[in-house]
């Protein structure tokens, strides 16, 4: 079984940053990629910004290019999501989520962290 543990959220106003982090452990767990997604209210999850760990290769939602970096340690699955220049539009639930094969949808999630951003 994998398990999946996001922490960081927290209320802020806009302008201000927050990091998230995440690891997923397992039996012999080894992530092929890891990802941040979120959800806001009435709202469909949308990828905020992936990893795969093979050339480090990144992706960025285009709302959030510039304002926010992912990071991590492949060895550790760990990532990280460095969030500055918040906006209120910012506003979600952050998941983070996981995956063993680079051809498998992302299947493991962690539970969700609260990202409150006030004008």
């Known amino acids: 079984q994998v398990h999946v543990v996001e922490s960081g959220g927290g209320l802020v106003q806009a302008g201000d940053s927050l990091r998230l982090s995440c690891a997923a452990s397992g039996r012999t767990f080894s992530s092929s990629a890891m990802g941040w997604f979120r959800q806001a209210p009435g709202k469909e999850r949308e990828s905020v910004a992936t990893?795969?760990?093979?050339?480090?290769?990144?992706t960025y939602a285009d709302s959030v290019k510039g304002r926010f970096t992912l990071s991590g340690d492949n060895a550790k699955n760990t990532v990280y999501l460095q969030m500055n220049s918040l906006k209120p539009e910012d506003t979600a639930v952050y998941y983070c989520a996981a995956k063993r094969s680079y051809y498998s949808p992302f299947d493991y999630w962690g539970q969700g962290t609260q990202v409150t951003v006030s004008s």
């Open positions: 990893i795969t760990w093979t050339g480090a290769r990144t």
